[in-house]
Each structure stands twice: as C-alpha cells, then as structure tokens.
C-alpha cells in the first residue's frame, strides 16, 4: 500500500509542479491605492529574464530543472528503471528545490518588513509548498519502502 502510495503521489507531482509554476504564489503592489499585480514562478521568470538573465537562470534551476528532475529521477526507480544508485543524485536535486521556498520566504520577508508595499500570498505558493513538501517526505520514505 506505501509503495502505491509513494508511487501516485510522485506521479501527481509531475503534474502538480507544471500548474503550480503557473499559479499565483503572490499579489503584490506598491501602496495599498493601487492594485495588485499577481507573480508567479512563470511571471517572475519572465520579468528577470529581461534585467538579469544569471539570476532568472538560477532561479529557474532552483524552482523547475531540480524538483523536476527530482521527481522524474523517483519515477524511474519506482519503475524499475534506475537503481538505488539514483538516491544521491535524488537527494542533490532536493536540496536544490528547497532553495526555491527560501527565496520566496526571504521576498516575503523583506516586502512584509519594509511596509512600503502590499503583498499578499495567492493559492500558488500553497500548492507549491505542498508540492515540495510531499516531493520531500516521498524522496525520504523511497529508501525504506523500494530496498
């Protein structure tokens, strides 16, 4: 039952992470006159992109190449295809997509602390957070349940 469980549960995260790059994780504004604008992963991307194109690349390693790249590397092994050899490699790309919740946290942070701007969290930084919680609690449980 675990092994199924762990199974589904990665294979839904090769869906869930697409969405969730696209979904709102922040409604931000200047002052509280104006409007919000909504940010996500894609958005953020976007916007560095056009005024710095090594932090747009780190950032797109940190929240899509790794946890992906993580999940499709669990796929395999729960499939039979790659061995327990993948695990280091598995536990690389994990630490790698957890930076992503760290830069968020610390935009959030600053934003909250300064009280120049607005800024509110959307449903996307939630189903993010899960996405990389559950990738996490997966990529821990893998090891005990596929020996």
Known sequence: ???????????????????????????????????????????????????????????????????????LALAALHGGIATRRVLPAVHVFGRLAMADIFLIAIYVTLVKGTGIGRLETGWGLYLFTACVLASLAISHLTPKVFK
């Open 1 to 71: 039952m675990t092994r199924r469980l762990l199974i589904w549960g990665n294979l839904a995260l090769l869906v869930l992470f697409p969405i969730s790059w696209g979904a709102p994780l922040l409604r931000a504004g200047l002052l509280p006159l104006f409007g919000l604008r909504e940010i996500s992963v894609l958005s953020g991307l976007a916007s560095l992109r056009e005024t710095d194109l090594f932090l747009a690349a780190v950032v797109a390693v940190f929240a899509m190449a790794a946890p992906m790249l993580k999940t």
